[in-house]
């Protein structure tokens, strides 16, 4: 493995006006101030919060929020890799939904036959994670090989798949049998340490994501497609492979969040995980990463996604705005936070 | 599991209605093409709708030979609109059973098939301009709100803190909402303490459940206006261990909440209120039949919201329903 990248080398590697702009002195500390940006929209929300309600700041609602939070967190950290080697997936509550229940069908056909519950759950835990790389697979050979827009793939699948779950529940809801939920349930409702296991592993997902990005070749391979991909493809860059790859990393994501959603209200809908795609690349943008692709931050995506939760939360929390406002209070947050953290263009 | 074929229980008053004319012998031997417009099933009531939808169809077809009906479902009210051109243009259909998806919006478009001289009954969500039907059949929205307040009032003893949870911002959840609100005039000393938007959805349900749980410290009652809504609901209490919440009313009747109000299996669900969709099985037959005979359906139909309890669970238990 090559030692860690200097700004230098990713800039000739990637050769953008964007990386090249970024490593002139003058910039460097504007866009120090744009990096913090959604982490300063999501202080000044909490303080609102705060005012508004002081039980916003309780351990027990915080802990509510992020806990909440992990799943579209996870698949936003997902995202942030597709989006930044400049595609898009606009499938992954779909996906999610359509994982959920195919894993709830197959640990109730298991169940029957196995006895330990346990070997269940851990069964349909591999399924679920194996389905989400299958289907990510899917999109990226399609994507690469298929030389389809991404956006075309998976507005098709995201059809497809929602399709397919209202199919198999019949359009009603599937429903984990009570034994194997009773085990699986504290996979949601359990905690490690006083953290409950979504927000552990929301942040061990975000920290693996952030590793591979910023310290592995593969991560900067990522972002050198995303500035430029023919620049990449002149410096040798397998450019499919690793374009392929976001999208099995984000079928992963989508896995690890239906293994954590199942568990909640053990069942899914035709309505589970509508809009998600929509929350997660919110999440990824206002986060700071750019949606032509090139450069972001997990640490943005993480913090856009829990800004995200923050908001609905406070307008929960209170009663000072008709309820049929809320859906602008959230349009002109996330409006808000997009301008602090505008870049350069 | 769909193959069985249900034995039907008609509501009392259609059979007072028509089993007179169910019973008379076949006159008007013109051949009947029924067409069925519904929305497509992206909730577990739509669901239920398109599930009644096709066991009418079954059921009616296998029984009268004279009789084929074409079931259409859309996912938006365009697509709707270009379903019953379709059905009009290719099907020739000569009478229609629609579910709008929109009131304001498939209007026109009804009205159009309607002036061609298709019989049409509209079910449920009923068209601004009524002369386009020639029936319309509904459920009961203003009792499916008053009856819950009635009873929680009833359960309460008249006083305590109750939260509340809405639907969709609609015209159906409004008359929901006014006749319950309407009921609790008379009782001021329960406080409604918020009623926020959770979009008939289970996790928005959990969510809002949640955030209620944070500011209010002390819940008699939840009315969650849908049997969705309420999986939501439970799942946040039990996972706040709080102990306050005595109860929780749905609205109705999924058979999963029916199961356990049947069993007893939750102390908070003690009740709940129907609005099945199993109205759109008896929307299609009585128009069927009606119009195999030549005869006409009355221009109103309200099939009426039920109080059920313990007592009369298993009248409203449907295994095979996906709702």
Known sequence: ?????????????????????????????????????????????????????????????????????AFIGIIAVGMTFVIIAGGIDLSVGSMAALIAGAMILLMNAIGTAIESAYLVVTLGIVFALLLGALFGLAHGLLI??????????????????????TYFANGGAITLDNAVSDVYSPVYYGSLLGLPIPIWVFLLTALIGGLVLNRTRYGRYVQAIGSNE???????????????????????????????????????????????????????????????????????????????????????????????????????????????????? | MKSIIRKLTLTAAALTTFAAVGMAPATA????????????????????????????????????PDLKVIVKTAANAAEQANQLQDLMAVSKINALVVFPFESAALTKPVAEVHNKGVYVTVVDRGLTDTSAQDAYVSGDNTAFGKIPAEYLAKAMGGKGNLVALRGIATT?????????????????????????????????????????????????????ADDDMAVGVLKAIDQSKRTDIKIVFGGAGAKGMIKTLMDGKDPRIVANVSYSPKFMYDSIKLTAEARLKGEKLPATYIIPSELITRENASKFYFPDSPF
């Open chain 2, 172 to 224: 159906l959840d409004n008359e929901r909402w006014e006749a319950f609100t309407g009921v609790m005039k008379n009782h001021p000393d329960i406080k409604i303490l918020d009623a926020k938007y959770a979009n008939w959805n289970r996790d928005d349900a959990f969510k809002v459940m949640q955030d209620y749980l944070t500011r209010f410290k002390q819940i008699d009652a939840v009315w969650a």
């Open chain 2, 29 to 64: 031997a013109e051949k009947v093409v029924l067409g069925v417009a519904i929305p497509a099933a992206t909730h577990g009531f739509t669901g239920g709708i398109v599930f009644w939808a096709n066991q009418a169809k079954k059921d009616l077809e296998k029984a009268n």
């Open chain 1, 144 to 165: 690469t090989k298929g030389r389809i827009e991404p956006f075309i793939v998976t507005l098709g699948t995201l059809g497809i798949f929602r399709a397919y779950l």
């Open chain 1, 230 to 345: 023919q620049v990449a493809r002149y410096a040798a860059v397998e450019v499919d492979r690793i374009k392929m790859l976001t999208y099995v990393v984000l079928g992963i994501c989508v896995g690890i969040a239906t293994v954590l959603y199942v568990p909640r209200l053990g069942s899914a809908s035709p309505t589970t995980g509508l809009l998600w795609e929509l929350e997660a690349i919110a999440s990824v943008i206002v986060g700071g990463t750019a949606l032509k692709g090139g450069e972001g931050r997990i640490s943005g995506t993480v913090i856009g996604a829990i800004l995200l939760s923050v908001i609905s939360n406070i307008l929960n929390l209170t009663s000072i705005i008709s309820v049929y406002l809320n859906a602008a209070v959230q349009g002109i947050v996330i409006i808000i936070v997009a301008f602090l953290q505008r870049s350069r263009r």
């Open chain 1, 1 to 69: 493995m090559p030692p860690v990248p200097t700004d230098a080398t990713t800039s000739t590697l990637a050769n953008s006006p964007a990386a090249s702009l970024a490593t002139s002195q003058g910039s460097r500390l504007a866009q120090r101030l744009q990096d913090l940006g959604p982490l300063l929209g999501l202080i000044l929300l909490c303080i609102a919060g705060w005012v508004l309600n002081p039980d916003f700041a309780t351990a027990a609602n915080v802990l509510n929020v992020l806990t909440r939070t």
